[in-house]
Nanobody, 127 residues
C-alpha cells in the first residue's frame, strides 16, 4: 500500500524550474499539516517547507527560501512544491509527508512528526 506518491522530479539545468506534486490516500480530510523534505546522497534528510491544510499557513526552512513555493489544491488533495532558479545543490530525492497534527508556523517539525511519507521523486540539477 502506497500512502503518498510524489511526481514531477526530473533532470534540469541550473536556473530551471520544476513543480513537484504529491497525492494519495495518506492525504485525507484528517490531514492538518503537510511538508516537503529532501535528501541528497551522503547527507541527512532536511526540511524544506510545511503548510497547514486548513489555513494555508506556510513555513519555509532554509534550503529553498525565496525560490520554492509550497501550495495545495483542496479539491484534489494534492500538494505542490514549485521550485524556481534551481541550483546544483538542490539535487536530491524529494519527499512529501502528511500529519494529523498541527505543525508550527515558525519551525520545521521533526521527521517523527509526520505519520505518512511518500517514496520520493528524484530532482537532478546539472549542466
Amino acid at each position: 500500500q502506497v500512502d503518498l506518491v510524489e511526481t514531477g522530479g526530473d533532470s534540469v539545468q541550473p536556473g530551471g524550474s520544476l513543480r513537484l506534486s504529491c497525492t494519495g490516500s495518506g492525504y485525507s480530510e484528517r490531514t492538518i499539516c503537510m511538508g516537503w523534505f529532501r535528501q541528497a546522497p551522503g547527507k541527512e534528510r532536511e526540511g524544506i517547507a510545511t503548510i497547514r491544510t486548513r489555513t494555508n499557513t506556510r513555513f519555509y526552512a532554509g534550503p529553498g527560501k525565496g525560490r520554492f513555493t509550497i501550495s495545495r489544491d483542496k479539491a484534489t488533495n494534492t500538494l505542490y512544491l514549485q521550485m524556481n532558479n534551481l541550483k546544483p545543490e538542490d539535487t536530491a530525492m524529494y519527499y512529501c509527508a502528511a500529519s494529523r497534527n498541527l505543525c508550527s508556523s515558525t519551525d520545521m517539525p521533526a521527521f517523527s512528526f509526520f505519520e505518512v511519507w511518500g517514496q520520493g521523486t528524484q530532482v537532478t540539477v546539472s549542466s
